[in-house]
C-alpha cells in the first residue's frame, strides 16, 4: 500500500514555461512534506518543504501549495530552466502526531525542460 | 568532507555473498537513517540510529541484515547471504538534530548493489 503517490512518472515543459509536480498521500499522521530532486549518480538532495500548518511555501523559483482536506501537494516551478531536469521525489513524514523521524517517499517524477 | 559519503559506490556480489556498505555521515549530525532504493522506485526506509542507538529497524527486509554506528559516527550497513532481491542502491542520510524536529536529511551518493 502506497502512502505517497506520484502517478506522474514523467513530465516534459518549455524552458521558460511552469513546471508543475504533484504528490498525494493516504496516511493521514504525516503532517510534514518535502521535494527532494536527484540527478543520476547522485543522492536527492533536498530541495523545499511544507508543514501542514501552512498551505504555501516559496523559496526562489520553487513553491510547495498543501491541501490537507485532500491530501494533496504540489511543487510548483517558475521559470523552468533546463538544469531542472531530473527525478524529483516528494516525501512525508510525521511531525506533530508521531516521533517517527524517516520519510516516506513516492516514486518519483522525471522532470525534462526542454530548451 | 562535506557531505555525507559511501563506499563501495558500486558492489558486485555473488549470491550467498556477505556484503558490508560503509556511511560516513555529515560530522556532528546525531542522526542516521539508511534507505534502499529499488530501480523506478523511491527510496524505502530501512532504519534509523540517534547517536550509537538503533531506535527504529522496523524496515530491515530479513534478519539478514544488519547495522550498526558503534561510535556515533559511521555505520556499516550488513547484508549476509546476498540474494537477487537485494540488488538495489542504498542510501544514507544523516541529520543535525534527534527527534521533533524539521532538521533537513541530507543524503549520500548511494552504493548500487548489484547481485549476480
Known amino acids: 500500500d502506497q502512502q505517497v503517490k506520484q502517478n506522474s512518472p514523467s513530465l516534459s515543459v518549455q524552458e521558460g514555461r511552469i513546471s508543475i509536480l504533484n504528490c498525494d498521500y493516504t496516511?493521514?499522521?504525516?503532517?510534514?512534506f518535502l521535494w527532494y530532486k536527484k540527478y543520476p549518480a547522485e543522492g536527492p538532495t533536498f530541495l523545499i518543504s511544507?508543514?501542514?500548518?501552512?498551505d504555501k511555501n516559496e523559496d526562489g523559483r520553487f513553491t510547495v501549495f498543501l491541501n490537507k482536506s485532500a491530501k494533496h501537494l504540489s511543487l510548483h516551478i517558475v521559470p523552468s530552466q533546463p538544469g531542472d531536469s531530473a527525478v524529483y521525489f516528494c516525501?512525508?513524514?510525521?511531525?506533530?502526531?508521531?516521533?517517527?523521524?524517516?520519510?516516506?517517499f513516492g516514486s518519483g517524477t522525471q522532470l525534462t525542460v526542454l530548451p | 568532507g562535506a557531505g555525507v559519503s559511501q563506499s563501495p559506490r558500486y558492489k558486485v556480489a555473488k549470491r550467498g555473498q556477505d556484503v558490508a556498505l560503509r556511511c560516513d555521515p555529515i560530522?556532528?549530525?546525531?542522526?542516521l537513517f539508511w534507505y534502499q532504493q529499488a530501480l523506478g522506485q523511491g527510496p524505502e526506509f530501512l532504519t534509523y540510529?540517534?547517536?550509537?542507538?538503533?531506535?527504529?529497524k522496523s524496515g530491515l527486509p530479513s534478519d539478514r541484515f544488519f547495522a550498526e554506528r558503534p561510535e556515533g559516527s559511521v555505520s556499516t550497513l550488513k547484508i549476509q547471504r546476498t540474494q537477487q532481491e537485494d540488488s538495489a542502491v542504498y542510501l544514507c542520510?544523516?541529520?543535525?538534530?534527534?527527534?521533533?524536529?524539521?532538521?533537513?536529511?541530507?543524503f549520500g551518493p548511494g552504493t548500487r548493489l548489484t547481485v549476480l
Open positions: 542520510a544523516s541529520s543535525f538534530q534527534g527527534q521533533g524536529t524539521t532538521d533537513t536529511q541530507y
Open positions: 496516511n493521514s499522521m504525516f503532517d510534514y
Open positions: 511544507i508543514s501542514s500548518i501552512k
Open positions: 516525501a512525508a513524514r510525521p511531525l506533530f502526531s508521531g516521533s517517527a523521524r524517516q520519510l516516506t
Open positions: 560530522s556532528g549530525h546525531v542522526s
Open positions: 540510529f540517534q547517536n550509537e542507538a538503533q531506535l527504529d
